[in-house]
């Protein structure tokens, strides 16, 4: 795959490892439609860019984390729509009740 001269080594070798761990099952699983749900359990490097992924899809993405630390950066940074402490187990009712979510990836 060319890498454009415009792009950083930096900045593309993220979509060659993580991007394409999170791309290939989201193809697989047509989550590339606007307007679908998307859960992504914790934040870490494959987490990453499930949520951007899923933002440039237009779907609604709920990250899952047991870090609290970690809400700010999904919402604010990573531009998640919701951010959920899976140990607060009156949260994880309400998201596992109410929610569609048509997969999860795991992120750590």
């Known amino acids: ?3 454009p001269d415009t792009l950083a080594s930096d900045v593309a070798a993220p979509l060659l490892c ?3 761990t ?3 099952p989201m193809m697989r699983h047509h989550m590339n439609q606007a ?3 998307l859960g992504v359990i914790g934040l870490g490097g494959l987490g990453h860019m499930a949520v ?3 933002q440039a899809f237009g779907l ?3 990250v899952l984390s047991t870090s609290p630390a970690k809400e700010e950066e999904a919402l604010r940074v990573l531009g ?3 951010f959920i402490v899976s ?4 949260a994880m009712k309400v998201f596992l009740n109410f929610l569609p979510v048509s997969i999860l990836l795991c992120g750590k």
């Open 87 to 90: 140990k607060d187990e009156a």
């Open 35 to 37: 307007g679908k749900s």
């Open 22 to 24: 999170v791309y290939s």
């Open 52 to 54: 951007k992924f899923g």
């Open 18 to 20: 993580a991007g394409i």
């Open 1 to 3: 795959m060319k890498i």
């Open 60 to 62: 609604h993405v709920t």
């Open 80 to 82: 998640a729509d919701a």
